[in-house]
């Protein structure tokens, strides 16, 4: 589903700087978080539509993001076990079945690629939490399952978190 484009980590790091540096990030807020044994690790609240990242002093930096249509929602513990900067997207089977107008391969940085500037694949299924070409579906029930984030807030929580942060998606 997912394509590398070959890019490697100190490579990656670089060119997310300067995305950062070209695009202001938005959206974004620190608000209190007080649950027990989330530090470092990411919670989606798909009934709010948001993204935490937890951090370590009982507060989180809140996104917003687009969730999973109904039908097509998920809750779970998982984790990130890839990062990609510009990645090739292939449609899976239900989107493809849905949509077969679509090509089987839509390179990464074109214009008609879903996932924006960057995506982070989750262990255990076809989701990813990634960037969109659509940024009006965001704060919406939109996706096939996939968490979808402004491409600047996207850009600002790739370079916060590693391969191996844990994900939590509650409905």
């Given at each position: 589903m997912f394509g590398n484009r070959g890019f490697g980590r100190g490579v990656v790091g670089a060119l997310t700087v300067g995305l950062l540096a070209a695009a202001p990030v938005q959206a974004r807020e620190v608000v209190p978080f007080n649950e027990p044994g989330l530090a470092g690790s990411l919670v989606v609240r798909t009934s709010e539509r948001r993204l935490y990242l937890v951090n370590w002093?009982?507060?989180?930096?809140r996104y917003p993001v687009?969730?999973?249509?109904?039908?097509?929602?998920?809750?779970?513990?998982?984790?990130?076990?890839?990062?990609?900067f510009q990645p090739d997207w292939s449609p899976p089977s239900d989107v493809k079945r849905d949509h077969p107008h679509l090509p089987n391969l839509i390179?990464?940085?074109?214009r008609g690629n879903?996932?924006?500037v960057a995506a982070m694949t989750l262990r255990g299924g076809e989701y990813a939490i990634h960037g969109t070409n659509k940024p009006s579906s965001i704060g919406t029930f939109a996706s096939y399952g996939c968490i979808r984030m402004?491409?600047?807030d996207i850009s600002d929580l790739f370079q916060r978190v590693s391969v191996g942060t844990q994900v939590y998606v509650t409905r």
């Open positions: 002093d009982g507060t989180a930096i687009a969730v999973g249509k109904p039908g097509k929602q998920w809750a779970g513990r998982t984790e990130i076990d890839g990062k990609y390179r990464g940085g074109t879903p996932m924006g402004y491409n600047q």
